[in-house]
């Protein structure tokens, strides 16, 4: 198909991006996932995984390149110069469709950073990925730094060579969702991968020269599984060595398969206090190097973060210190967390904060302080 002279001033736009990549400039070069099936994820169900023609990704590249150019010529016409950020950040207040928006958030942010969507852009033949990857940087000269998603196991399939192109042509970053280190949750949860498969694939990765961020969640084990979610995860973590181990907190909402374990009583849920313990044995059996990042809303602690191995003991310390308080300053701390009043442990100091904190218990307690794990767990469906 041949590239029309003209492009348009839109482009398709898949579901997610990493919250890293929230300011990155975002080209789908897959729609949906090829495997979805995962049981604690809700994102892509119900829809079909599709690949893209080459030109059609090239055709979005175009476009977005116009929208910059678009942006760029408000600025001068509205007495900005070359200073587009401060244009972007006005059409950000009133973007004509979501491509702009993106575009215009993108350039405020210095246009440097492009994410490749959907769920595994390493499924595109390796040639045409390298293309496409290729043809971004030519466009759009000042992105410096393209990262996408992509699955352990895809990754395991492709040669060291192939992956070497990819970082050769431009591919700076791969996020990939490892989720558990341990064989049978990752069975249970549908995961289609195993931990040797994660080893594999995440250990090719850092051989290319590509950055590895692993995710992984924590809870996912649940109260059955949690000690060898943490221990096996460690170690699968431990071998790979990614750049960064990134974690987020399993919440469940009804369009997840997941649900309807909890329902059913084939899956129980841990606390949040259960789930700390949980991330305090999985930190204390990391011996990597990687920088450990907790910026999911849905993590307790957001302030759990660093580089190891020599800020482990700092971490493992916010975790203590939350450990230390009286049980009534925990849930007071937590209902703070999940009601999205407190950002951190040291929020609590804040009088007018704990007092609103107090008041809501009261609320949801009917008056007798005790919040269960149920409500605990149903405000924060409201993160996701
Ligand atoms: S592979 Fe990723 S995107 Fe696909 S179903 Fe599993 S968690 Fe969801």
């Given at each position: 198909?041949?590239?029309?002279?003209?492009?348009?001033?839109?482009?398709?736009?898949?579901?997610?991006?990493p919250?890293?990549?929230?300011?990155?400039?975002?080209?789908?070069?897959?729609?949906?996932?090829?495997?979805?099936?995962?049981?604690?994820?809700?994102?892509?169900?119900?829809?079909?995984?599709?690949?893209?023609?080459?030109?059609?990704?090239?055709?979005?590249?175009?476009?977005?390149?116009?929208?910059?150019?678009?942006?760029?010529?408000?600025s001068?016409?509205s007495?900005?110069?070359?200073?587009?950020?401060?244009?972007?950040?006005?059409?950000?207040?009133?973007?004509?469709?979501?491509?702009?928006?993106?575009?215009?958030?993108?350039?405020?942010?210095?246009?440097?950073?492009?994410?490749?969507?959907?769920?595994?852009?390493?499924?595109?033949?390796?040639?045409?990925?390298?293309?496409?990857?290729?043809?971004?940087?030519?466009?759009?000269?000042?992105?410096?730094?393209v990262t996408?998603?992509?699955?352990?196991?895809?990754?395991?399939?492709?040669?060291?060579?192939?992956?070497?192109?990819?970082?050769?042509?431009?591919?700076?970053?791969?996020?990939?969702?490892?989720?558990?280190?341990?064989?049978?949750?990752?069975?249970?949860?549908?995961?289609?991968?195993?931990?040797?498969?994660?080893?594999?694939?995440?250990?090719?990765?850092?051989?290319?020269?590509?950055?590895?961020?692993?995710?992984?969640?924590?809870?996912?084990?649940?109260?059955?599984?949690?000690?060898?979610?943490?221990?096996?995860?460690?170690?699968?973590?431990?071998?790979?060595?990614?750049?960064?181990?990134?974690?987020?907190?399993?919440?469940?909402?009804?369009?997840?398969?997941?649900?309807?374990?909890?329902?059913?009583?084939?899956?129980?849920?841990?606390?949040?206090?259960?789930?700390?313990?949980?991330?305090?044995?999985?930190?204390?059996?990391?011996?990597?190097?990687?920088?450990?990042?907790?910026?999911?809303?849905?993590?307790?602690?957001?302030?759990?973060?660093?580089?190891?191995?020599?800020?482990?003991?700092?971490m493992?310390?916010?975790?203590?210190?939350?450990?230390?308080?009286?049980?009534?300053?925990?849930?007071?701390?937590?209902?703070?967390?999940?009601?999205?009043?407190?950002t951190?442990l040291?929020?609590?100091?804040?009088?007018?904060?704990?007092?609103?904190?107090?008041?809501?218990?009261?609320?949801?307690?009917?008056?007798?302080?005790?919040?269960?794990?149920?409500?605990?767990?149903?405000?924060?469906?409201?993160?996701?």
């Open positions: 198909m041949a590239l029309i002279k003209q492009a348009p001033d839109s482009f398709e736009l898949g579901p997610i991006r919250p890293s990549e929230a300011y990155s400039l975002l080209i789908r070069v897959t729609r949906n996932c090829p495997w979805n099936q995962c049981k604690f994820c809700h994102t892509y169900k119900g829809e079909k995984f599709q690949l893209r023609l080459v030109e059609e990704m090239k055709q979005d590249i175009l476009a977005a390149k116009t929208i910059q150019d678009r942006i760029k010529e408000i001068w016409k007495g900005y110069g070359d200073r587009a950020p401060e244009a972007a950040r006005i059409i950000l207040s009133n973007p004509p469709n979501q491509a702009y928006y993106n575009v215009a958030l993108w350039l405020y942010a210095g246009g440097e950073s492009a994410f490749l969507q959907d769920a595994n852009s390493l499924i595109i033949k390796t040639n045409e990925l390298a293309e496409v990857i290729r043809f971004l940087k030519q466009t759009l000269p000042s992105i410096s730094r996408s998603y992509a699955r352990s196991k895809t990754a395991a399939k492709k040669k060291l060579e192939e992956l070497i192109g990819l970082h050769e042509a431009g591919l700076s970053r791969l996020h990939i969702g490892m989720e558990s280190g341990y064989d049978p949750l990752l069975q249970h949860m549908d995961k289609g991968v195993t931990a040797a498969e994660h080893i594999a694939g995440g250990k090719k990765v850092v051989a290319s020269g590509i950055s590895l961020c692993e995710y992984v969640v924590l809870g996912l084990g649940g109260k059955k599984m949690w000690r060898e979610h943490a221990t096996q995860t460690a170690r699968v973590l431990n071998e790979i060595d990614p750049d960064f181990i990134r974690v987020r907190t399993l919440t469940i909402h009804d369009k997840m398969p997941l649900y309807n374990e909890l329902k059913s009583g084939n899956f129980t849920q841990s606390t949040d206090e259960e789930i700390l313990a949980e991330e305090k044995l999985f930190i204390e059996r990391l011996e990597c190097h990687s920088n450990y990042v907790s910026d999911h809303i849905t993590n307790l602690l957001q302030e759990i973060e660093g580089k190891l191995p020599q800020d482990k003991d700092k493992l310390a916010s975790i203590d210190r939350f450990q230390s308080l009286s049980p009534k300053e925990r849930s007071n701390f937590i209902v703070g967390r999940r009601v999205g009043i407190y951190n040291d929020d609590r100091a804040n009088s007018r904060k704990h007092q609103a904190v107090e008041q809501i218990i009261h609320r949801l307690s009917q008056g007798n302080s005790h919040i269960d794990d149920e409500t605990i767990h149903n405000l924060m469906e409201g993160f996701i």
